[in-house]
């Protein structure tokens, strides 16, 4: 077990050490999106194939297709969101001696801050729906993995949070200020909804916790 | 890029959400520590080298010497986790029919159980020790990479808390009182320290994130 189980974990963490820009906070962000998910679906298949739990069956079902399908998809954000911070770089060192050059620079520069908001703001609703699928399985799942759960709802809330800290600091160079005004009071509300979900997780499990002493 | 770091996650992600108690959320409370390690790491690395940072280095290099311990002791947590909610469950599937067999079976349960406390409390006592690395970089380290930083702070508190509610499960079932006494109050105070050092680091986020507009 031991050994498979730290093969399991790859070269991820070691790519995140590195001295490079990526992958950084926001392939980080994105992946740990993907543990929560994971933990959902662990709750799942905890709770399908259980006479004690057949009445929630059809639903439980329902979110671990969701859970899949939304993992699935924060999977691929890991790299996009790698992508985008590298097409940022490569805008800025565009050259900028003559005015034409000035122009498509800057012009780059634009498409590609565009980007770099555009990736994280999708890690965010993502991760955010992850956080209300594991709300609803915090309340009629196996209780058995609501530590597992819970433990997601956080990762979930590191996702969204994550991500909000990189759409922040790529708005503040977004050309259209009326799209970053837009974009930032949705990250505001994404971040509400957030704190909401998982404050609500916590407390069921600090309830399990105290519980029969 | 975009293959090779798809590739780089592993399969710990699937392993998680497979229907079976490990790894679950103990083992995935490391791993946050391990990435949180990771994204100091990566700002340690940004910062070395650079004249700009020199007066600090001799320090970041001992914070980043720090980081890839505590990363390391983290990743065989992961593993330990697993084996130690293995242990419980081992325990628990002894005969128990003759008295002899009651009490050996108690006696097991109860040395199993010690471990799976003690697991995760060692996981949540690394992972603040990371924390304070990350939160001491944050005030000289390169800022471009803070936001990685306080993706990294968030994922230190994920694994904290995480390990805290496995913790706590295994803690109503100790037999020995005392001990659970005294390791519920050593776990509340690495929980407070923890959420005040991870909102120390985002309150210096969220000043970047205002800061030129």
Same mark, same amino acid.
Request: net charge negative; proline share 3%; charged share 25%.
């Given at each position: ?6 093969d ?5 963490a070691d *790519?995140?050490a590195?001295g490079?820009?990526?992958p ?5 962000a994105?992946?740990?999106?993907v543990?929560?998910a994971? *933990?959902?679906q662990?709750m ?10 057949l ?8 979110i ?19 992508n985008?911070?590298?097409s940022?770089?490569?805008a800025?060192?565009q050259?900028k /001696? ?5 122009v498509e ?10 980007g ?6 999708e890690?965010?609703?993502?991760a955010?729906?992850v *956080?209300?699928r ?16 819970t433990v997601?709802s956080?990762?979930? /809330? ?5 991500a909000?800290?990189?759409?922040g ?11 970053a ?7 505001t509300?994404?971040?509400?909804e957030?704190e909401?979900?998982?404050a ?6 600090l309830?399990?916790m105290?519980?029969?002493?």
């Amino acid at each position: 077990m031991s050994e498979a189980l730290s093969d399991s974990v790859g070269t991820f963490a070691d *790519l995140v050490a590195a001295g490079t820009s990526t992958p950084g906070g926001g392939s980080v962000a994105a992946y740990s999106g993907v543990l929560a998910a994971s *933990l959902g679906q662990m709750m799942c298949n905890l709770t399908i194939g259980k006479a004690k739990y057949l009445e929630v069956e059809p639903r439980v079902k329902e979110i671990k297709a969701d859970l899949e399908r939304l993992g699935a998809r924060l999977r691929e954000l890991i790299a996009e969101d790698a992508n985008s911070f590298e097409s940022v770089l490569v805008a800025y060192r565009q050259p900028k /001696e003559t005015d034409e050059q000035k122009v498509e620079r800057k012009r780059r520069i634009d498409i590609a801050t565009r980007g770099a908001v555009d990736v994280p703001l999708e890690t965010a609703q993502r991760a955010l729906e992850v *956080l209300q699928r594991l709300a609803d399985l915090a309340k009629i799942g196996n209780p058995n993995a609501l530590p597992d759960v819970t433990v997601g709802s956080r990762l979930a /809330e590191t996702a969204v949070k994550g991500a909000y800290y990189n759409i922040g600091i790529n708005l503040k160079t977004l050309a259209d200020r009326t799209a970053a005004g837009i974009i930032e009071r949705q990250t505001t509300e994404l971040i509400i909804e957030t704190e909401r979900l998982a404050a609500e997780i916590e407390s069921t499990m600090l309830k399990q916790m105290e519980s029969d002493g």
